[in-house]
């Protein structure tokens, strides 16, 4: 593995809760990402929650001290091929989490995630953390 890696949802909630092993982790990977879908993920929480402001202010912070991958025609194609795929093999998976693989593919990263549907799939390398 190259060390570089692409933050699912569940590791950036546990990276603004202090969890140590993330921190660890993330000392120890030589790139991290976070794909502009994971932002809309944690944007959407934090309008939903008790302390939007709060937590709008928070993602504010986040962002400004990390790199974000965007969508591109490229993703398009790691998505269509991995959805087709994980169609094939009768493992569906939320679409959101098909973007993050997409992007994952496209920038040669591991995915940094505590859900276990990233495991095992051809396209993409997955750690938990």
């Given at each position: 593995m190259n060390g570089r890696f692409v933050l699912d949802t569940n590791v950036v909630i546990?990276?603004?809760?202090?969890?140590?092993s993330v921190l660890h982790r993330l000392d120890a990977?030589?790139?991290?990402?976070?794909?502009?879908?994971?932002?809309?993920?944690?944007?959407?929480?934090a309008y939903k929650s008790q302390r939007p402001a709060s937590n709008l202010?928070?993602?504010?912070?986040?962002?400004?001290?990390?790199?974000?991958?965007?969508?591109?025609?490229?993703?398009?194609?790691?998505?269509?091929?991995?959805?087709n795929r994980l169609r094939e093999i009768?493992?569906?998976?939320?679409?959101?989490?098909?973007?993050?693989?997409?992007?994952?593919a496209q920038h040669d990263c591991a995915v940094a995630s505590r859900d276990e549907h990233f495991h095992g799939m051809d396209e993409?390398?997955?750690e938990a953390w």
């Open positions: 546990a990276l603004f809760q202090s969890d140590s990977a030589s790139a991290v990402y976070v794909p502009a879908v994971v932002l809309g993920e944690i944007y959407y929480g202010d928070r993602i504010a912070q986040f962002t400004a001290s990390c790199a974000v991958l965007v969508c591109d025609d490229n993703t398009a194609q790691h998505y269509g091929r991995i959805k009768g493992r569906p998976i939320p679409e959101n989490d098909i973007w993050i693989a997409a992007i994952a993409i390398l997955a």
